[in-house]
């Protein structure tokens, strides 16, 4: 098949992002700027754009795949970049209010190579700061003027609905010690799955077709199932170089991400050496983290998520397929796909 196969037709994945993040940042950027005080410095600190004093800089902003989605969908549909922007802000903005919490709740102290927000302006403020941006998102939609704006901000509150409940399954999951594999899968599908599936279908109905945009939706939501899958292995084995997060901070934390559960539910001996030093009182050593990525590994849980992420990657892919799509934004949505599933390989 055409998409799921290497092509050279589009741009890189790369330079598929830098050319979203120059079209969506200034939007977004103007959009932030009508935050209250209290909350507007937070907000442009923690997407990079200045310092913890205001002062104005460059820091990395994130890889802007979500907004990227909404727009390469838009054009996949036969719409214009252009009428992919508001819902490319919304979902950014969903995003990274999304973010400021979970850096909070999982104690968080890194986030693309900086302190996170609430380690430099405190929990509460940041926490204000995330309930702002969310606010923010509805009111770019609402603002915008689409006839698919009403339509556009029940599909984005449907989604942070789901994204809230994944996380809250998270959060409960870490104090339980009999996870199932498929909640833990369900949990991520509304976690991550949620907010990417709905980039892609706002995407194609702020582009004019509500038709597609049921399948788009499909698309993102196998996309980040299998982004978190590759996620949860960069939180073991990946190096903060890349990940901006300490080495084995998911361990440290005792995260039940998938590659975790598929370890401590697959009855083998390293499964269960691996939940006894999950149900210890106190933190892991550096010595004990190791062992534990060790265990991950011999369990099965490393191979089972790349396998996963594979499989949800040609599933996302087949969802391209014969839907009239227009031929180089489809391919793009693929080869941003690929690059992003394939990114621990």
């Given at each position: 098949?055409?998409?799921?196969?290497?092509?050279t037709e589009g741009d890189?994945?790369?330079?598929?992002?830098a050319r979203?993040?120059?079209?969506?940042?200034?939007?977004?950027r103007a959009?932030?700027?009508?935050?209250?005080?209290?909350?507007?410095r937070?907000a442009?600190y923690?997407?990079?754009?200045?310092d913890?004093?205001?002062v104005?800089?460059?820091?990395?902003?994130?890889?802007a795949?979500?907004?990227t989605l909404?727009?390469l969908?838009?054009?996949?549909?036969?719409g214009?970049t252009?009428s992919?922007v508001?819902a490319?802000?919304?979902v950014?903005?969903v995003?990274?209010f999304?973010l400021l919490h979970d850096?909070?709740m999982d104690?968080?102290r890194t986030r693309?190579?900086?302190?996170?927000a609430w380690?430099?302006f405190?929990?509460?403020?940041?926490?204000?700061?995330g309930?702002a941006?969310?606010?923010?998102a509805?009111?770019?939609?609402?603002?915008?003027?689409h006839?698919?704006?009403?339509d556009g901000t029940r599909?984005?509150?449907?989604?942070?609905?789901d994204l809230i409940?994944?996380q809250?399954a998270d959060l409960?999951?870490?104090t339980r010690?009999?996870v199932?594999?498929?909640?833990?899968?369900?949990?991520?599908e509304?976690k991550?799955?949620?907010l990417?599936g709905?980039?892609s279908?706002l995407?194609?109905?702020f582009?004019?077709?509500?038709?597609?945009?049921e399948?788009l939706?499909?698309?993102?939501v196998?996309?980040?199932?299998?982004f978190?899958h590759?996620?949860?292995?960069?939180?073991i084995?990946?190096?903060p170089e890349v990940?901006?997060?300490?080495i084995?901070s998911?361990?440290?934390s005792?995260?039940?991400?998938?590659?975790?559960?598929?370890?401590?539910?697959?009855g083998t001996?390293?499964?269960r050496?691996?939940?006894?030093?999950?149900?210890?009182?106190?933190?892991?050593?550096?010595?004990?983290?190791v062992?534990?990525?060790e265990?991950v590994?011999a369990a099965g849980?490393r191979?089972?998520?790349?396998a996963?992420?594979?499989?949800?990657?040609?599933?996302a892919?087949?969802?391209?397929?014969?839907?009239?799509?227009?031929?180089r934004?489809?391919?793009?949505l693929?080869a941003l796909?690929r690059?992003?599933?394939q990114?621990?390989h």
């Amino acid at each position: 098949m055409a998409i799921i196969e290497e092509t050279t037709e589009g741009d890189s994945p790369s330079v598929i992002l830098a050319r979203s993040r120059d079209l969506v940042t200034p939007a977004l950027r103007a959009a932030v700027d009508t935050l209250p005080p209290a909350v507007r410095r937070i907000a442009a600190y923690h997407f990079g754009w200045c310092d913890e004093n205001g002062v104005q800089g460059h820091a990395d902003s994130g890889k802007a795949i979500r907004p990227t989605l909404a727009l390469l969908a838009a054009e996949a549909v036969g719409g214009t970049t252009e009428s992919g922007v508001p819902a490319a802000v919304a979902v950014e903005l969903v995003h990274n209010f999304s973010l400021l919490h979970d850096d909070i709740m999982d104690g968080d102290r890194t986030r693309r190579h900086r302190p996170t927000a609430w380690t430099v302006f405190g929990a509460n403020p940041s926490i204000l700061a995330g309930d702002a941006l969310l606010t923010l998102a509805m009111d770019v939609l609402a603002a915008s003027g689409h006839e698919a704006a009403q339509d556009g901000t029940r599909m984005l509150s449907t989604a942070v609905l789901d994204l809230i409940n994944g996380q809250a399954a998270d959060l409960d999951f870490e104090t339980r010690h009999d996870v199932d594999l498929a909640e833990c899968v369900r949990m991520v599908e509304g976690k991550t799955g949620a907010l990417l599936g709905c980039a892609s279908a706002l995407g194609a109905v702020f582009g004019g077709d509500r038709t597609r945009a049921e399948s788009l939706r499909r698309f993102g939501v196998f996309f980040g199932t299998a982004f978190q899958h590759v996620d949860d292995l960069l939180g073991i084995w990946g190096s903060p170089e890349v990940t901006g997060k300490s080495i084995h901070s998911d361990l440290r934390s005792r995260k039940k991400s998938l590659p975790v559960v598929a370890a401590l539910r697959s009855g083998t001996p390293a499964g269960r050496e691996l939940a006894t030093l999950y149900l210890r009182e106190r933190s892991l050593s550096d010595i004990e983290l190791v062992r534990a990525a060790e265990l991950v590994d011999a369990a099965g849980g490393r191979e089972w998520s790349r396998a996963q992420a594979d499989t949800l990657l040609l599933r996302a892919l087949n969802e391209l397929q014969g839907t009239g799509l227009v031929e180089r934004p489809a391919g793009e949505l693929g080869a941003l796909a690929r690059f992003a599933i394939q990114r621990d390989h």
